[in-house]
């Protein structure tokens, strides 16, 4: 709880990002297909689930394959995060080390912050893709069986998920590393690792909690409430995640390499 605590006082003191979570919102809207998950309820008959592999593989996928549209907005989508992440990044820098918060000081690191993101982004965009083909796979085998069978599926998914959230949080520190040491990087995810071995299982704790607010949130919607309030609300909660999560990544490794932050002295 304790870089919950201090992700979230520090959220509450730079409102400069709320812009930045504007951005994560209308991207996180047009990412996910949030018709696939209506398409897969009505699917049910007698307690089975009759779709294919492509639904479900639409529902798990982090990419709107629904026409071409919804393909372009959701690469466009994209490029904003890669953009919004190096703006994170870069702002929470300044503020955390030298007390800067405007605008105008993350212009200096904006440009390598970018391409740091953008490597971050594409890593994590293709670890989404294999999950979610594994995800398919496992649902769509369970829904082969007895009625009602598919909730097994959804635990052995939802277990597949946290540890892979585990995994994760032994290379949390991996961007904010590469940012503020400049290492090249191997060697920052060599040291990120390092750094985040003390603290994995507090990282771990974090990403999980994240993890199952975010669920608990938006699987009744979309059960229940139906695909538009199901987009307008996952896209708000994903894109809190979001920022939360990249915001949360600098405050541990300012804690965890005792950086002196200028942020919370009183002037």
């Known amino acids: 709880m304790k870089y919950i605590i201090q992700t979230l006082k520090y959220l509450k003191s730079n409102l400069l990002l709320l812009p930045a979570l504007a951005v994560s919102i ?31 593989l639409k529902v798990f996928l982090p990419f709107n394959t629904e ?17 919004d992440v190096a703006f994170i990044h870069s702002m929470v820098d300044k503020h955390v080390r030298f007390g800067s918060k405007s605008f105008r000081s993350i212009i200096s690191s904006f440009s390598i912050n970018f391409i740091y993101s953008l490597i971050t982004l594409v890593i994590i965009i293709v670890c989404s893709a294999v999950a979610a083909v594994l995800f398919t796979a496992i649902m769509k085998t369970f829904a082969l069986g007895a009625p009602y069978l598919f909730t097994a599926g959804l635990v052995v998914c939802l277990v597949i998920a946290y540890l892979l959230t585990f995994v994760f949080a032994h290379f949390f520190l ?10 090249r990087m191997s060697e920052a995810l060599y040291s990120s690792y390092a750094q985040a071995r003390s603290v994995r299982w507090k990282i771990f704790a974090m990403l999980a909690i994240t993890l199952t607010v975010d669920l608990a949130i938006t699987v ?4 229940f409430l139906g695909e538009v309030l199901s987009l307008i609300i996952s896209s708000f909660t994903f894109g809190c995640s979001f920022l939360f999560i990249v915001v949360a990544s600098y405050i541990i490794y300012a804690d965890v390499e005792g950086i002196e932050r200028e942020d919370l002295r009183k002037y």
């Open 26 to 56: 209308l991207a996180f809207a047009a990412i996910f297909d949030y018709s696939a998950a209506e398409n897969i309820i009505n699917s049910f008959s007698d307690g089975n689930i009759t779709t294919s592999f492509t639904s479900w």
């Open 174 to 183: 991996w961007l904010p590393c590469a940012e503020v040491t400049g290492f």
């Open 67 to 83: 026409s071409w549209f919804t393909c372009i907005f959701s690469v466009l989508a994209y490029i904003l995060l890669v953009i």
């Open 220 to 223: 009744p919607v979309a059960v």
